[in-house]
């Protein structure tokens, strides 16, 4: 009987212990979960988390009032598709829980404001995941001071080609009246027309990159890659016909993506490789590379090639390389701008390698869709 005794006890020690255990896991775990909601209610942006089946598990204030205040949801059924209806997100929810990989969209109109959305798997400490964090950034007002800068920009673009044109209009008529004309100022009337020209032609560049700018959605089709080079080619040859311009591409393919946008990008790369390159012969190769979600399009030159400190500042607006061999080479440093931006817009991803004396490659990788 004493030792059955003992046995009890002990067994009544063992379940007392237990249970405190269990009591301090009870308060660490809610513990846990307040530090849980303090940190998400710390982010200003929407943030919450939902599980493999699109259940919204965790959320902010933030979220609640973004996504939830004028919704009649009920809060044990606050699956995503009930709360958000745009079909490209959801897509996105179903390729993270799919693929466990970070997936992003950008630029998501939704109840009038904008939205940068990342979606990234939580790990538990087996390398699984059945939960899923998604940060909602509020973009609306960078959207909106962008929208004001290149309504700014494209505004004083299109009121200064007008006086413009007018002043390169008369100075040609008393250029043209040569009899009436003093000597003296023929050479005054031609800078000033000249002038007029690479001004008129900075604020068309202008232009073209506040546009490009605005597009917050591009119409892509699938058009021939090649086709497009041919009409870039024949276009730059009568501008520059004193050059022999070979283009050698490896073979005939398509692509996805804005048309009118990519005759913008390859007219501005194909021009910069002829108007910097001494050469009689311009040589430009273009060849193409296919994987499972990307399209890698690599252009190289026979150009004299760009020092290596000043390769990270050529895709900045205005900025020219400044180089003895590009001395008298005229040139508004907006081109390589204009065609980062196209491939910003098509999100995409555009690289340059370059050695002085050896010519310039530029590799521009896009995704398939």
Same mark, same amino acid.
């Given at each position: 009987m004493f030792y059955k005794k003992n046995e009890w006890d002990l067994l009544n020690e063992i379940l007392l212990l237990t249970e405190e255990n269990l009591l301090i896991q009870k308060e660490n775990l809610l513990l846990e979960k307040h530090h849980a909601h303090i940190l998400l209610e710390s982010i200003l942006d929407p943030i919450f988390t939902f599980d493999n089946f699109l259940n919204c598990i965790q959320k902010n204030s933030s979220f609640q009032k973004s996504f939830l205040l004028n919704q009649n949801i009920n809060p044990k059924e606050q699956k995503l598709w009930n709360i958000f &209806?745009?079909? =490209?997100? %959801? @897509?996105?929810?179903?390729?993270v829980v799919e693929d466990n990989k970070i997936q992003t969209l950008n630029? #998501?109109? %939704?109840?009038? $404001?904008?939205?940068?959305? *990342?979606?990234? /798997?939580? !790990?538990?400490?087996?390398?699984?995941?059945? @939960? !899923? #964090?998604? %940060?909602?950034?509020?973009i609306t007002e960078l959207v909106l001071i962008n929208k004001l800068r290149v309504d700014f920009v494209a505004n004083i673009s299109h009121e200064v080609r007008t006086p413009l044109t007018s002043i390169k209009?008369?100075? @040609?008529? #008393?250029?043209?009246? &040569?009899?009436? *004309?003093?000597?003296?100022? =023929? +050479? /005054? +009337?031609?800078?000033? %027309?000249?002038n007029c020209e690479k001004l008129e032609d900075m604020f068309n $560049?202008?232009?073209? #990159?506040?546009?490009? =700018?605005? @597009?917050f959605s591009i119409t892509k089709i699938m058009f021939s890659f090649d086709k497009l080079i041919k009409l870039v080619k024949s276009n730059l040859a009568t501008k520059y016909p004193q050059k022999e311009i070979k283009i050698e591409l490896d073979s005939e393919f398509e692509i996805f993506g804005d048309e009118l946008l990519f005759d913008q990008l390859l007219t501005n790369l194909i021009d910069n490789s002829i108007k910097y390159n001494s050469n009689k012969d311009i040589i430009i190769k273009i060849e193409h590379e296919l994987s499972l979600d990307f399209i890698k399009i690599i252009i190289t030159d026979n150009g004299p090639g760009i020092d290596k400190d000043q390769l990270g500042r050529i895709f900045e607006r205005f900025y020219r390389v400044n180089k003895p061999a590009y001395e008298g080479i =005229?040139?508004?440093?907006?081109? +390589?701008?204009?065609?980062?931006?196209?491939?910003? &817009?098509?999100n995409g991803q555009i690289n340059v390698e370059s050695e002085l004396g050896q010519g310039s490659r530029f590799i521009i990788q896009l995704p398939l869709k």
């Open positions: &209806k745009e079909n =490209e997100l %959801i @897509q996105k929810f179903k390729k630029n #998501l109109i %939704i109840n009038n $404001r904008y939205y940068n959305f *990342t979606i990234t /798997p939580v !790990y538990t400490h087996t390398n699984n995941s059945n @939960q !899923y #964090l998604c %940060i909602c950034h509020d209009g008369f100075s @040609q008529l #008393l250029q043209n009246a &040569k009899k009436s *004309t003093d000597s003296d100022i =023929e +050479l /005054p +009337l031609s800078r000033i %027309i000249y $560049r202008l232009l073209k #990159l506040s546009i490009i =700018e605005s @597009q =005229e040139g508004s440093g907006l081109g +390589l701008s204009i065609v980062k931006h196209i491939i910003n &817009k098509h």
